[in-house]
């Protein structure tokens, strides 16, 4: 039986390079027909926090990462302990005070990573190491090793950062006569300048990418990219199709290089893609909480101006500043597009539309654009020529979805109200 394990610290959020090899531990699993195990590593008292270990759980599952078994490590602490008099009473380890110590044998220790292919430290470089310290809490090592060993791990699917802890657990796991299992260290998440990923670039929790308005599944088809590729030059690819070819030996030694512009670009494809009607209640809340206190549109009305910006969102904030015109009473202008489009005086035009759309009974963008055209040559204008000034004045910017269609979902009272006052 294949089993695998992701095991984060309580004592941050989780951040993106987590996510990342929970994903990949979550993929082998699933792509050899085995269990992925989630065991939480809060042998830190000081450090490890409640609220972290919530974030992480609830992450975890927002990401689609299901788990088959749960441990925690404070629960196990009576193992550690056993185990550590253990190898005392077979003369493997000695005591310094209160602190269980591990000797290191001298020899030449080989491991084969199945990313990286052999890699072979000599152990006179690696000194004696801790097992349990002072304050009878086992060290990160020898806490691994035996949850790995008890829980029958098979592959240790873990960051490229710990290939310097790996001899010194196989040393561990063969003083406790255990099998040690395969290994495989992905590589390290780069910013675009091929440095080690900082919080600066975006090494940020899962929650922010949550909160800036990214999707679960495009966060995880991003994810998926960082190190492997499901080939053809596939960039959207859905979990399902990707765990029926993956193959951790496929995964790069490279470091991947994380780029937000193209995580979004990702995420807008995802968005382009959804129903409506779904786009709208993943939305809803996010008005709801920018505007507590307005009578917001909601069923049809708040997806028709959902599929009138869908196209234009990379994330689902975004639809808040795109649409923010249509919830305000009074409307901020962009500067340079009042000085570009509006500097002329147009009260004349536009009480003229005003007063011609005003008259309207069935006020959509069919007949707002009909009422438009009329106006426009009653003038003896050309329809460019009040396009863009319309725009500006109705939305504050130049640049949006159709003129007539943008009039509908703003409504005929307050496409009426601006143009009668912008000039006054």
Same mark, same amino acid.
């Given at each position: 039986?294949?089993?695998?394990?992701?095991?984060?610290?309580?004592?941050?959020?989780?951040?993106?390079?987590?996510?990342?090899?929970?994903?990949?531990?979550?993929?082998?699993?699933?792509? #050899?027909?085995?269990?992925?195990?989630?065991?939480?590593?809060?042998?830190?008292?000081?450090?490890?926090?409640?609220?972290?270990?919530?974030?992480?759980? &609830?992450?975890?599952?927002?990401?689609?990462?299901?788990?088959?078994?749960?441990? =925690?490590?404070?629960?196990?602490?009576?193992?550690? #302990?056993?185990?550590?008099?253990? *190898?005392? &009473?077979?003369?493997?380890?000695?005591?310094?005070?209160?602190?269980?110590?591990? =000797?290191?044998?001298?020899?030449?220790?080989? +491991?084969?990573?199945?990313?990286?292919?052999?890699?072979?430290?000599?152990?006179?470089?690696?000194?004696?190491?801790?097992?349990?310290?002072?304050?009878?809490?086992?060290?990160?090592?020898?806490?691994?090793?035996? &949850?790995?060993?008890? %829980?029958?791990? $098979?592959?240790?699917?873990?960051?490229?950062?710990?290939?310097?802890?790996?001899?010194?657990?196989?040393?561990?796991?063969?003083? *406790?006569?255990?099998?040690?299992?395969?290994?495989?260290?992905?590589?390290?998440?780069? &910013?675009?300048?091929?440095?080690?990923?900082?919080?600066?670039?975006?090494?940020?929790?899962?929650?922010?990418?949550?909160?800036?308005?990214?999707?679960?599944?495009?966060?995880?088809?991003?994810?998926?990219?960082?190190?492997?590729?499901?080939?053809?030059?596939?960039? =959207?690819?859905?979990?399902?199709?990707?765990?029926?070819?993956?193959?951790?030996? !496929?995964?790069?030694?490279?470091?991947?290089?994380?780029?937000?512009?193209?995580? !979004?670009?990702?995420?807008?494809?995802?968005?382009?893609?959804?129903?409506?009607?779904? *786009?709208?209640?993943? @939305?809803?809340?996010?008005?709801?909480?920018?505007?507590?206190?307005?009578?917001?549109?909601?069923?049809?009305?708040?997806?028709?101006?959902?599929?009138?910006? !869908?196209?234009?969102?990379?994330?689902? +904030?975004?639809?808040?500043?795109?649409?923010?015109?249509?919830?305000?009473?009074?409307? #901020?202008?962009?500067?340079?597009?009042?000085? =570009?489009?509006?500097?002329? /005086?147009?009260?004349?035009?536009?009480? *003229?539309?005003?007063?011609? @759309?005003?008259?309207?009974? /069935?006020?959509?963008?069919?007949?707002?654009?009909?009422?438009?055209?009329?106006?426009?040559? #009653?003038?003896?204008?050309?329809?460019?020529?009040?396009?863009?000034?319309?725009?500006?004045?109705? +939305?504050?910017?130049?640049?949006?979805?159709? @003129?007539?269609?943008? %009039?509908?979902?703003?409504?005929?009272?307050?496409?009426? $109200?601006?143009?009668?006052?912008?000039?006054?």
């Amino acid at each position: 039986m294949i089993r695998v394990r992701f095991a984060p610290s309580p004592t941050g959020y989780l951040h993106i390079g987590g996510a990342r090899t929970a994903l990949f531990n979550w993929m082998y699993a699933k792509a #050899q027909g085995g269990q992925f195990i989630l065991r939480i590593e809060d042998t830190d008292k000081v450090r490890s926090k409640e609220e972290y270990l919530d974030e992480i759980l &609830d992450s975890m599952k927002w990401l689609g990462l299901t788990w088959d078994e749960y441990y =925690k490590q404070s629960d196990r602490f009576d193992l550690y #302990q056993k185990y550590a008099q253990k *190898l005392l &009473d077979e003369g493997k380890a000695y005591k310094d005070g209160e602190a269980v110590i591990l =000797k290191m044998p001298e020899r030449i220790i080989k +491991t084969y990573d199945l990313i990286r292919d052999e890699i072979v430290v000599d152990s006179k470089e690696i000194k004696d190491q801790v097992l349990m310290k002072s304050d009878g809490s086992p060290t990160y090592s020898f806490a691994c090793v035996i &949850d790995d060993a008890l %829980m029958e791990i $098979s592959c240790v699917i873990r960051g490229e950062d710990h290939i310097s802890n790996t001899p010194k657990q196989i040393v561990i796991y063969e003083a *406790l006569g255990f099998k040690p299992p395969k290994f495989a260290h992905l590589p390290l998440i780069l &910013d675009d300048e091929r440095a080690r990923m900082s919080k600066r670039a975006g090494a940020v929790a899962v929650t922010d990418y949550r909160t800036q308005g990214f999707l679960p599944q495009a966060v995880v088809n991003y994810l998926m990219l960082l190190g492997w590729s499901p080939g053809n030059n596939q960039e =959207k690819v859905t979990m399902e199709a990707a765990v029926k070819n993956f193959s951790i030996k !496929k995964v790069n030694k490279a470091g991947a290089v994380f780029s937000l512009d193209k995580l !979004k670009w990702l995420n807008g494809q995802y968005i382009k893609e959804m129903d409506t009607a779904k *786009l709208a209640e993943l @939305l809803a809340p996010l008005l709801k909480q920018k505007y507590p206190e307005k009578a917001l549109p909601d069923g049809k009305a708040l997806e028709n101006i959902v599929h009138l910006f !869908k196209g234009r969102m990379a994330t689902l +904030t975004d639809f808040l500043e795109w649409t923010d015109f249509i919830f305000v009473d009074d409307v #901020q202008h962009d500067e340079e597009s009042k000085q =570009k489009h509006l500097s002329q /005086d147009r009260s004349k035009e536009f009480v *003229l539309l005003a007063e011609v @759309l005003n008259q309207l009974d /069935d006020f959509n963008a069919k007949s707002a654009e009909e009422s438009f055209r009329k106006v426009v040559e #009653q003038l003896g204008l050309a329809a460019g020529d009040l396009v863009h000034p319309v725009r500006v004045a109705l +939305t504050g910017r130049a640049v949006g979805p159709g @003129l007539f269609d943008t %009039m509908a979902v703003l409504g005929k009272e307050k496409t009426v $109200s601006r143009l009668r006052k912008f000039f006054k």
